[in-house]
């Protein structure tokens, strides 16, 4: 069982926006502001989407975007279209004695 | 272009050792915080090991602690996983990643390596 809670699929039509929650404690997500979410394909590198709750990395479209509400943290990826099929994990840090804690991921699907 | 590519991975009994690697280029490999990250057939992604840029510093899942040994070569811009004692729940698909300034922010990762733990 995974320390983060995420819905195991999601979906939405092309255009449409979708939104994925993951859902922690006060002691990882809620009590830090460095949440990260990964996007996997099957066979390939996970690809990190966004860092620190709401930031970026280059080359990441302005089309996903992440936030957080107490111990509750979202994706949501707008404008969706068909290369946004794929797994999605949210991670959050834990404290010192085990830093990274995942959640079970959740299976993003484009109709 | 960073690229990071795992070896090692293979079928091994319950009980026994295996000794996955990790090749890296693209960056300045001993400025780097690197990981060690597992996927379980049909689960989410477990982090289970870090090591500082000076391989000083070492970090472990409880799911792994005792067993499982990471450490590096920055001479040959390599990371290791030494795995012990093997058990059927450790398979996995293994991955290395890459820290970019704090956890949980891995920003390169390798496309993974096949562990099987079966007798």
């Known amino acids: 069982q995974s320390a983060l809670t995420q819905p195991p699929s999601a979906s939405g039509s092309p255009g449409q926006s979708v939104t994925i929650s993951c859902t922690g404690t006060?002691?990882?997500?809620?009590?830090?502001?460095?949440v990260s979410w990964y996007q996997h394909h099957p066979g390939k590198a996970p690809k990190l989407m966004i860092y620190e709750v709401s930031k970026r990395p280059s080359g990441v479209p302005d089309r996903f975007s992440g936030s957080k509400s107490g111990n509750t943290a979202s994706l949501t990826v707008s404008g969706l279209q068909a290369e946004d099929e794929a797994d999605y994990h949210c991670s959050s840090y834990a404290g010192s004695n085990n830093p990274v804690v995942f959640g079970g991921g959740t299976k993003l699907t484009v109709l | 272009e960073v690229q990071l590519l795992e070896s090692g991975g293979g079928l091994v009994q319950p009980g026994g050792s295996l000794r996955l690697s990790c090749t890296v280029s693209g960056f300045t490999f001993s400025s780097y915080v690197m990981s060690w990250v597992r996927q379980a057939p049909g689960k989410g992604l477990e982090w289970v090991s870090g090591i500082s840029g000076s391989g000083a510093s070492t970090y472990y899942a409880d799911s792994v602690k005792g067993r499982f040994t990471i450490s590096r070569d920055n001479s040959k811009n390599m990371l290791f996983l030494q795995m012990n004692s093997l058990r059927v729940e450790d398979t996995a698909v293994y991955y290395c990643?890459?820290?970019?300034?704090?956890?949980?922010?891995?920003?390169?990762w390798g496309q993974g390596t096949l562990v099987i733990v079966s007798s």
């Open positions: 006060s002691s990882d997500v809620g009590g830090y502001n460095y």
């Open positions: 990643a890459k820290r970019q300034s704090a956890w949980p922010r891995l920003d390169y």
